[in-house]
């Protein structure tokens, strides 16, 4: 009976590692594909296009050369106009100042980078800089994004986000129009990037603005948003297993503190800057935030940031 137990095991061991290979030796081949397909690049069009990339545009279209090629074609010009990777810190920095986006100073369980949102933080008396206009709330978020990306773990593509509702009203909250675009350049022009969205403890007013929202969410990102309720043992079992109770913030129900310090943040974020422009192959000088405030930044040595 053993002989025959081990028998079956190294068969079924041997069958899936055939599959892997095959499935390894379609996905490369689709890449390969895909690449021929959007011809030569040059610049930073050609640095962003890696296999990594046009794997993430492949599974957005489910595999679909020609579809991809669109999808990746459309993103190109995007970012040649638009030049995401050429926003700074100290150019969106009044938008940051409550709170309302940021990167998390630690990872998910899987190693991915964290962005919370905290919606209840949009619009807040004595902070006239963070405003609520449609244009500085997505260049804000863009930033975030790339900045994100820019911090993922070797090997790692995704991120997290943690979305907490204290203080929400709709008063506070984006309008649809903003929801909207949002939603249109993450999921047309950074495919496959977010990996789960928890919304911690949402109001039930916050569910007609969803109902709304959720229009514009193509199926597959509209699976990976999951609602959390303190109340509800299975929701917040499912966000304890992405995520470590040490390191999760008490307002998600863990024993971290979420303290947002604008200024530390800013200085942290001058220093990537000096980083994303060295991977870009942007020559510029640094910049160095002063209490939340930008000033150019005289020294030509990154460790000179203040």
Known sequence: MGRIIWKIYSFTSNLLGQLQVNSKHLVDKQISE???AIGPLSGRSAKYCSDAC????????NWNVDKAKKMLEETLKWRSTYKPEEIRWHEVAHEG?????????????????VLIMRPGMQVCTG?????????GNIRHLVYLLENGIMNLCEGQE?????IDFTGFSLNTNVSVRVARDIIYILQSHYPERLAIAFLYNPPRIFEAFYKAVKYFLDPKTAQKVKFVYPKNKDSVELMKSYFDVENLPGEFGGKGTLKYDHEEFSRLMAQDDVKTAKFWGIDEKPYYIANGKSAAEVAPEPAAIA
């Not at 100042?97 to 980078?113: C, I, L």
């Open 158 to 162: 995704q991120m997290s986000w943690l």
């Open 34 to 36: 895909l690449r021929t």
């Open 127 to 135: 902070f006239p800089s963070n405003t609520s206009s449609s244009e």
């Open 54 to 61: 046009l794997r993430r545009y492949l599974e957005a279209r």
């Open 97 to 113: 100042e409550t709170g309302k986006v940021s990167r998390a100073n630690f990872h998910d369980r899987q190693g991915r980078t």
